[in-house]
C-alpha cells in the first residue's frame, strides 16, 4: 500500500537530519480468529491494528522506539519527547551503521486472495476441521483458527524502501474423548481445505486412538516425537542460534563454535525465510537486508548463528538476513526429513513412546541446554511395534545437545506446524530418538 | 489520559443500536521506557507506546472482540462493525448462547501515585544502576568467572478507561517498575549455573532503592558460587524438604491459581494453556490439601505487582481464598463463567492491552504463612534440603504434575543448613504438595512474574508468595 510506504517515508524524512540513521518499519494487519472450546465459538476476535516501529542512531547511540499508533504527528512528538536521551545515553556495544540498500528480490505467492474471502465468514475453516475431528470420534474439540492479512513496509534514511504483503492461516484443534485427547496444528500462507481437515482429522485420530492406560516408570525411553514436539523444541534451538542469545546467555551456542559436530547427522535445520507458502515469509529483514535460507545445524554440525549488522560486527562476521534491530530471530524453521513412512518409523521404534504434543519447556540451564518439558494429549506407550496406551503426561527431562545426538531415523513427510507453542512456523517431520530420559512424580 | 469519551459512549450506542445486548468499550495506554545492558555496557534504549480501543460485543449470545488503534471516529466504528459481523459470521457454529452474571459494575476512578513519578526516572538513572550492578557483581565472584551479566530495566504506566452499555465507568493510572538480571557463572571443571532474577511491582522510581537490587543480587551470588564449587548432589532417599517461599509463590500460582480460573475449568483455554483437574462439583467439597494448605488471591494489596480495584468488565475486586485449609474453595470469575456457575464474579478478567480481550487472569497468589520462624521450621529436621530458588520449571496442562529444579540449595543437618546441594529437582502432583506440608514459617515474600495465558498470548504483570514451607518425607531426584 502505498500510504503506509508514504508514512514511513514522511517520519525518515521529518527525522533524517537529526539522526545519522533513521529506519521505519510499519506492519499493518487485518486479522480475524474464532477460538473454540466445546466445539462452539468462545469469541470471534478482531484486530485492525497498524504498528510503527522507529529506529534512530547518533554518535553509535541507539534508540528504538515502538509505537501502536498509526498516525505520524503522534510518532513524530513522541520522538520530539524523548530524543534528548540519545544526546545523554552512551555508546551501544552492539552498534553498526543501518547497510546500504541492496537489490531485493520479493518472494513471490505469500498472499491468497482466498484468505481474504474467507475472512468474512470464518466459521466454514472452522467447521471444516471441526466436522473432520468428530468424525474421528471426537466427542469434543476447542482450537483456533486465524485469518490475516498483513502488510510490511521498511523504509531506511540509506534509501531503502519496500513493502512486501502475506496472508495467513493457522489452524489447529484439540480433540477429546473421555479422558484422552489429541491435538494437531497448521500454518500457511495459503488457504488449504484439506490440510485443515487434516488438523481435524489427526487430532481427532489421536484423540481416539487408544482407550488404555498405561503405566510408565521413570527411567530411559526410546521416543518418537511428533512435528509438534520438534517443532516446540526446534523453535528453542533457533532462539538460541540468535547471536544476541549468544551474547546475553541465553544459549548452549556459547559453548560450540561454527564446524563443531553437536547433534546426529540425521539433523538438519535451516531458517527459511523465502518459502512462499510458511507464514513468517519474508524477502527483506528488518534493516533492509535480502533474506535467504541457511542451515542452522546441517548434517549435525553447527553452521550458522543467525545475525543482524549490530551483532554481526561485534563478532566480526556479516549479517544473515535476520534482523530484529536488536535481536536476530529465525523466520521460518525447515528440517531435512528422513526416509521412512510414519508406521515404519513406529517400527524402528519398536518398544518406547510416542509424545504427540507437549508444552511448557522451560530450561535449568540455557549455556548447558538443560530443560524439561511436558507431553500432553496423546503418549502412547508401544510395545513390538503396537500402540498399548496411553502414558499421560510424562516429562521429558534432558539436554539439547543429548537429545540431538541422540536421533537416529525421521519420517520422509513433513507437517508445517505453527500452533501456540510453536510460534515459529517449522516444517518438521516425526523424529525418532534413542534413550531419552522421561519423568514423572512419585507422589 | 487524553481520550474522546463522546466518542466511547457513540461506540456503544452504535453498538446498541445494531442488536448488542452488551456492548464494552476499553480505552487502553500502555507506555514506558526501557534499557538493556550486557555487562554494564548498553546495548540499546527502548520506549514503547501502545495506545487503542478494545470493544467487545454480545449479540445474539455470541461474543465478538475488535482492537483498533485507529482512534478516529471511522476507525472505532469500523472496529465495531468487525466486531459485531464476524461474531455474526460464526453465530451458525454456536450451540449455547454465551450470557454474562448480572452485576453492580462499578463508577469509579483511582490510580496509584508513587513517591517518585515514572516520568522523573531518566534512561541514566536505569543505566547506572546496571553498571553498579556488574561492577559490584564482578567483585563478588572469586573463583568463578561471571561471562555475563544481562541487565534490563522498565517503566510501565498502563492507563485505561473501561465503559459498559451497563453502565460501567472506571478510569485507572497504574505505574509500574521491572528490572531483572540474567546472570552465568562459569567454573572451568565444574562448568555453568545460570540465575534470572527479577523486581517488579506497581509504584514508582523510590522502587529503584526499596528494592536494593545489588545488595540483593551481590549476595545471592556469593551464594551461588558456593553451590557451582561445592554443591553436592541431593540425598537419594526421602527426606523432608523446606520449599522456600519464591518456590512456594511459583508452586500456588501454578496449581493453585491456574487450576481454579474458571474458564480453565469450563475448558475455554484447553487447546493454549489446558484445563483443570477441578471439576465444578469440586468446588466447596474437594481436600486437596491438609489445614494448612490456604491460598489466597488478592488484587487489592498495595504496591503489589498484580494490583487493581476494578476488573476490565468494571467489577469491584476482592481478595478470593482459593483453597481454604486443604479444600477447593473459590474459583477466579468473570461475567461470563460467573453465569456458567450461578455466581457472581470475583473481578478476575485482565487483558494484557488494549489490543487483547479480557480474560480470567492471577493477580497476587500466596500461601497463607504461619507463625514460626525459620529456625523453628527446621529445627527438628536431622537430614533434609532446603531449596531456596529454582531456574527450570513446568506444571502439566491440567495442573497436576509439577516439576522445580533447584538453584541455590541447602542440606539440612540436625536442623542447621549445611552445605550447598546442585540442581536438586522437586517432581510432584498438587494433591502430594498440599497434603504433604508439615508446618509453615511466618516469612511471608512476595515475588514478581508475567503471567502468560490466552491466544493471542497475554502476559500480565503478578506477584505471587509464601512462606518457607516443610514438607515431609520427599524423594528429590536430580538432573540426568
Known amino acids: ?443 | 489520559m487524553g481520550f474522546d469519551e463522546d466518542l466511547l459512549r457513540e461506540l456503544i450506542d452504535a453498538g446498541v443500536a445494531v442488536g448488542a445486548s452488551y456492548v464494552e468499550v476499553r480505552y487502553q495506554n500502555d507506555h514506558g521506557i526501557s534499557v538493556s545492558m550486557r555487562n554494564g555496557r548498553l546495548i540499546g534504549v527502548g520506549s514503547v507506546r501502545e495506545e487503542g480501543v478494545g470493544v467487545r460485543v454480545l449479540i445474539n449470545g455470541s461474543l465478538g472482540f475488535a482492537a483498533t488503534n485507529d482512534l478516529s471516529r471511522d476507525g472505532l466504528m469500523n472496529a465495531l462493525e468487525k466486531a459485531v459481523s464476524r461474531a455474526r459470521a460464526t453465530a451458525s457454529l454456536r450451540r449455547n448462547a454465551i450470557t454474562f452474571a448480572e452485576e453492580r459494575v462499578g463508577r469509579a476512578s483511582y490510580e496509584v501515585v508513587p513517591k517518585s513519578r515514572l516520568e522523573d526516572i531518566h534512561v541514566e538513572d536505569l543505566t547506572s544502576l546496571g553498571k553498579e550492578a556488574y561492577g559490584e557483581l564482578l567483585k563478588t565472584v572469586s573463583q568463578v568467572k561471571l561471562p555475563v551479566c544481562v541487565f534490563s530495566a522498565e517503566t510501565h504506566m498502563q492507563e485505561k478507561l473501561i465503559m459498559t452499555s451497563e453502565g460501567a465507568y472506571v478510569r485507572s493510572r497504574i505505574p509500574r517498575i521491572y528490572v531483572s538480571l540474567n546472570l552465568v557463572l562459569l567454573h572451568q571443571q565444574r562448568g555453568t549455573l545460570q540465575r534470572m532474577k527479577e523486581f517488579a511491582s506497581s509504584g514508582g522510581g523510590e522502587l529503584l532503592k526499596e528494592w536494593k537490587p545489588v545488595d540483593v543480587v551481590s549476595e545471592e551470588v556469593k551464594n551461588l558460587e558456593v553451590v557451582l564449587l561445592k554443591g553436592v548432589e541431593p540425598p537419594k532417599d526421602p527426606v523432608d524438604v523446606v520449599v522456600g517461599s519464591e518456590i512456594i509463590g511459583l508452586l500456588v500460582h501454578e496449581s493453585a491459581g491456574h487450576p481454579m480460573e474458571a474458564d480453565r475449568i469450563l475448558g475455554r483455554e484447553a487447546a493454549q494453556a489446558g484445563e483443570s483437574y477441578v471439576k465444578p462439583e469440586m468446588i466447596g467439597k474437594y481436600r486437596i490439601g491438609n489445614e494448612l494448605a490456604t491460598v489466597i488471591e488478592d488484587p487489592t494489596i498495595p504496591g503489589s505487582n498484580g494490583f487493581y480495584l476494578y476488573d476490565d468488565e468494571g467489577v469491584p475486586a476482592r481478595p478470593r481464598y482459593l483453597y481454604k485449609e486443604g479444600i477447593i474453595n473459590e474459583a477466579l470469575h468473570n461475567r461470563h463463567t460467573a453465569s456458567i456457575f450461578g455466581v457472581k464474579s470475583n473481578a478476575a478478567a485482565r487483558a494484557m492491552n488494549y489490543a487483547s480481550e479480557p480474560i480470567i487472569r492471577m493477580s497476587n497468589t500466596y500461601l497463607k504463612p504461619g507463625n514460626m520462624s525459620f529456625e523453628e521450621l527446621i529445627d527438628d529436621i536431622g537430614l533434609g534440603v532446603f531449596i531456596k530458588s529454582y531456574m527450570e520449571w513446568n506444571i502439566d496442562d491440567i495442573r497436576w504434575n509439577q516439576r522445580y529444579v533447584g538453584l541455590e540449595a541447602y542440606l539440612i543437618r540436625n536442623g542447621e543448613l549445611a552445605e550447598p546441594v546442585r540442581n536438586p529437582v522437586l517432581e510432584i502432583t498438587t494433591q502430594g504438595f498440599y497434603s504433604n506440608i508439615v508446618a509453615v514459617d511466618k516469612e511471608l515474600k512476595f515475588y514478581p512474574g508475567t503471567c502468560g495465558k490466552g491466544e493471542p498470548s497475554q502476559g500480565v504483570p503478578v506477584w505471587f508468595g509464601g512462606p518457607d514451607v516443610r514438607i515431609s518425607k520427599i524423594r528429590l531426584g536430580v538432573i540426568a
Open chain 1, 1 to 443: 500500500m502505498t500510504g503506509t510506504i508514504e508514512l514511513g517515508r514522511e517520519v525518515v524524512n521529518k527525522l533524517r537530519a537529526s539522526y545519522d540513521d533513521v529506519a521505519v518499519l510499519i506492519k499493518t494487519r487485518d486479522r480475524v480468529m474464532v477460538k473454540l472450546w466445546n466445539t462452539e465459538p468462545s469469541v470471534t476476535q478482531s484486530w485492525i491494528t497498524t504498528e510503527v516501529s522507529l529506529l534512530l542512531t547518533k554518535s553509535k547511540r541507539v534508540l528504538i522506539l515502538e509505537f501502536s499508533v498509526g498516525r505520524p504527528e503522534e510518532i513524530l512528538k513522541a520522538v520530539e519527547k524523548i530524543s534528548s536521551v540519545v544526546e545523554r545515553v552512551e555508546e551501544s556495544e552492539l552498534y553498526a551503521p543501518l547497510p546500504e540498500p541492496q537489490e531485493v528480490k520479493l518472494v513471490e505467492g505469500s498472499f491468497d486472495a482466498k484468505v481474504i474471502d474467507a475472512m468474512r465468514d470464518p466459521g466454514k475453516l472452522t467447521r471444516l476441521m471441526i466436522d473432520a475431528a468428530l468424525s474421528e470420534g471426537a466427542e469434543r474439540v476447542a482450537g483456533t483458527l486465524t485469518l490475516s492479512n498483513d502488510e510490511r513496509v521498511l523504509v531506511t534514511s540509506k534509501g531503502f524502501e519496500n513493502s512486501e504483503r502475506r496472508t495467513l492461516v493457522e489452524a489447529y484443534l484439540r480433540a477429546f474423548k473421555k479422558e484422552f485427547s489429541g491435538q494437531w496444528a497448521h500454518g500457511s500462507t495459503h488457504v488449504n481445505e484439506k490440510e485443515i481437515e487434516e488438523v481435524g482429522r489427526k487430532a481427532g485420530l489421536y484423540a481416539s486412538i487408544t482407550s488404555n492406560k498405561a503405566d510408565l516408570q521413570p527411567g530411559k525411553y526410546d521416543v518418537v516425537l511428533s512435528p509438534l514436539v520438534v517443532g516446540n523444541l526446534m523453535n528453542y534451538v533457533s532462539f538460541m542460534s540468535s547471536a544476541l542469545a549468544v551474547l546475553m546467555g541465553y544459549s548452549m551456542f556459547m559453548k560450540f563454535r561454527p564446524g563443531d559436530k553437536i547433534a546426529s547427522e540425521k539433523l538438519t535445520l535451516v531458517d527459511t525465510p523465502r518459502d512462499p507458502t510458511l507464514p513468517n515469509v519474508a524477502s527483506f529483514d528488518d534493516e533492509g537486508v535480502p533474506t535467504y535460507d541457511k542451515p542452522i545445524i546441517e548434517d549435525g554440525v553447527f553452521h550458522n548463528l543467525l545475525h543482524n549488522s549490530g551483532t554481526a560486527t561485534k563478532l566480526g562476521v556479516k549479517s544473515t538476513g535476520n534482523a530484529g534491530w536488536v535481536m536476530p530471530n529465525p523466520w521460518n524453521l525447515r528440517m531435512k526429513p528422513g526416509e521412512l513412512r510414519e508406521e515404519e518409523l513406529v517400527s524402528e521404534l519398536r518398544n518406547g513412546v510416542i509424545i504427540t504434543n507437549n508444552w511448557y519447556t522451560r530450561l535449568q540451564n540455557y549455556v548447558e541446554g538443560t530443560f524439561s518439558t511436558v507431553a500432553r494429549d496423546a503418549a502412547l506407550l508401544v510395545k513390538n511395534g503396537e500402540v498399548v496406551g496411553n502414558v499421560g503426561r510424562v516429562r521429558i527431562a534432558t539436554s539439547f545437545p543429548q537429545l540431538l545426538n541422540n536421533i537416529e531415523e525421521m519420517t520422509r513427510q513433513t507437517y508445517d506446524i505453527m500452533w501456540w507453542e510453536v510460534r515459529t512456523p517449522t516444517r518438521a517431520p516425526y523424529v525418532l530418538a534413542r534413550n531419552v530420559n522421561l519423568t514423572k512424580p512419585y507422589i
